[in-house]
């Protein structure tokens, strides 16, 4: 049987180790409003549910649909657009797809001192920070081709991070500066439309519900693509820090 959305709720706040009161003095709501969630009495609003998966290190679509809570491997395309793409794209998915948040997102790249990076090379590795509203999220991924490996964790100390990356050798290379309104499309895939300060726009389509084998996603993700009228000739295998490195050496 599948899990209901309160059920979901219970087990996340559960595993957090938070009480129905923790909980609602997160959310600046009533325990009782948490009670009633819990037990399906009601449903919290599409802009509550954001807020409870930042409090539970989850995406919004696992909360609303029970897809897979976290996954280490993550299968994506990203492709480059142009603004009246974008406006026709985002005008789509606010008819067709359920919005899910828009939010400013400031990501700072990191790499080893030794590595002389131009936008020319070819990194398959990143470790960023990623600040989400109050949350500073540190992120490491590794590309295989069509997917990658994923980790994350929280920090509350971007500062002596910092101190530690220095330490280490790691220096900062690129900072990414957008605006992210994210969406999910056909109860599968998380489509996000990025207008990139400096750079301009982009869409990247996520697959959240593995149901096949991941070359079975990636062919199923670029039919997806192809229907959305999107240019498969412009898929960006390089990366935000990328165009930004491009962007500084041509100055």
Same mark, same amino acid.
């Given at each position: 049987?599948?899990?209901?959305?309160?059920?979901?709720?219970?087990?996340?706040?559960?595993?957090?180790?938070?009480?129905?009161?923790?909980?609602?003095?997160?959310?600046?709501?009533?325990?009782?409003?948490?009670?009633?969630?819990?037990?399906?009495?009601?449903?919290?609003?599409?802009?509550?549910?954001?807020?409870?998966?930042?409090?539970?290190?989850?995406?919004?679509?696992?909360?609303?649909?029970?897809?897979? $809570?976290?996954?280490? &491997?993550?299968?994506?395309? =990203? @492709?480059?657009?142009?603004? /009246?793409?974008? %406006?026709?794209?985002?005008? #789509?998915?606010?008819?067709?797809?359920?919005?899910?948040?828009?939010?400013?997102?400031?990501?700072?790249?990191?790499?080893?001192?030794?590595?002389?990076?131009?936008?020319?090379?070819?990194?398959?590795?990143?470790?960023?920070?990623?600040?989400?509203?109050?949350?500073?999220?540190?992120?490491?991924?590794?590309?295989?081709?069509?997917?990658?490996?994923?980790?994350?964790?929280?920090?509350?100390?971007?500062?002596?991070?910092? $101190?530690?990356?220095? &330490?280490?050798?790691?220096? =900062? @290379?690129?900072?990414?500066? /957008?605006?992210? %309104?994210?969406?999910?499309? #056909?109860?599968?895939?998380?489509?996000?439309?990025?207008?990139?300060?400096?750079?301009?726009?982009?869409?990247?389509?996520?697959?959240?519900?593995?149901?096949?084998?991941?070359?079975?996603?990636?062919?199923?993700?670029?039919?997806?693509?192809?229907?959305?009228?999107?240019?498969?000739?412009?898929?960006?295998?390089?990366?935000?820090?990328?165009?930004?490195?491009?962007?500084?050496?041509?100055?």
């Amino acid at each position: 049987m599948k899990m209901s959305l309160g059920k979901r709720i219970s087990e996340l706040r559960k595993n957090e180790g938070l009480s129905q009161h923790d909980l609602a003095d997160k959310l600046f709501v009533t325990d009782k409003a948490i009670s009633s969630w819990e037990n399906n009495r009601t449903e919290p609003s599409l802009e509550m549910i954001v807020k409870l998966s930042e409090v539970f290190d989850c995406s919004a679509s696992y909360l609303i649909y029970g897809d897979i $809570k976290r996954n280490d &491997v993550e299968t994506e395309i =990203k @492709i480059k657009l142009d603004e /009246k793409e974008f %406006k026709w794209l985002d005008f #789509l998915m606010k008819r067709d797809a359920k919005f899910l948040n828009e939010s400013k997102q400031l990501d700072t790249y990191y790499q080893p001192t030794y590595r002389k990076f131009t936008g020319n090379d070819v990194i398959n590795e990143w470790l960023r920070i990623g600040e989400r509203g109050n949350k500073k999220i540190l992120n490491y991924k590794n590309w295989h081709d069509i997917h990658c490996d994923e980790y994350e964790v929280e920090i509350d100390n971007v500062e002596n991070l910092d $101190k530690i990356f220095k &330490v280490l050798g790691l220096e =900062k @290379i690129a900072v990414v500066d /957008k605006i992210r %309104k994210t969406y999910f499309y #056909l109860d599968k895939y998380e489509v996000a439309l990025d207008y990139v300060y400096s750079l301009g726009y982009f869409i990247e389509i996520e697959v959240k519900k593995y149901d096949k084998q991941i070359m079975e996603e990636y062919d199923l993700l670029l039919r997806v693509a192809k229907e959305l009228n999107l240019n498969l000739d412009n898929i960006d295998r390089r990366g935000y820090p990328y165009y930004l490195i491009d962007e500084i050496n041509n100055v």
